[in-house]
């Protein structure tokens, strides 16, 4: 028991690592972030900021570019329907459209139901 949950958690936990330490800043999208200057570490001699030489970021600049980063992977497009054409209004939840041509009324299936009455004997 003890032997498969050792070889469980060195299965999850090395490829983890693994992904950490081959990280590439460099596949980072660019925007404008926060600089930190010409700050470097000592020993390897690297930049130790994750943007460096990026512009300080404007507010009203980063909000718009941070709306706008991802519209062309998570914009919806849907196929044409021919159906659609006849659409003149879109109710809402619930309610059917109003559209060219004739009008369909859909009845529910139960008009009236049966009485029983309340009296016990």
């Given amino acids: ?3 498969s949950t050792m070889v469980l958690l060195t299965t999850a936990v090395v490829p983890l690592t693994v992904s950490l330490v081959f990280a590439n800043p460099a596949t980072l999208p660019k925007h404008p972030g926060y600089p930190m200057g010409k700050a470097v570490d000592p020993v390897m001699g690297q930049s130790l900021a ?9 507010n009203k600049e980063a909000l718009t570019n941070a709306a706008i980063f991802d519209d062309s992977r998570s914009k919806q497009n849907l ?15 619930g309610l059917l459209p109003k559209v060219q041509g004739p009008n369909i009324i859909i009845e529910p299936p139960v008009k009236e139901g049966t009485r ?5 004997e």
Avoid: H, I, S
């Avoid at 029983?116 to 016990?120: G, I, L, Q, R, W």
């Fill in 79 to 93: 196929l044409f329907n021919k159906n659609d054409e006849r659409l003149l209004e879109k109710p809402g939840a």
């Fill in 1 to 3: 028991m003890k032997t």
């Fill in 116 to 120: 029983v009455t309340a009296a016990p």
């Fill in 50 to 58: 994750n943007d460096p030489g990026q512009a300080n970021a404007k």
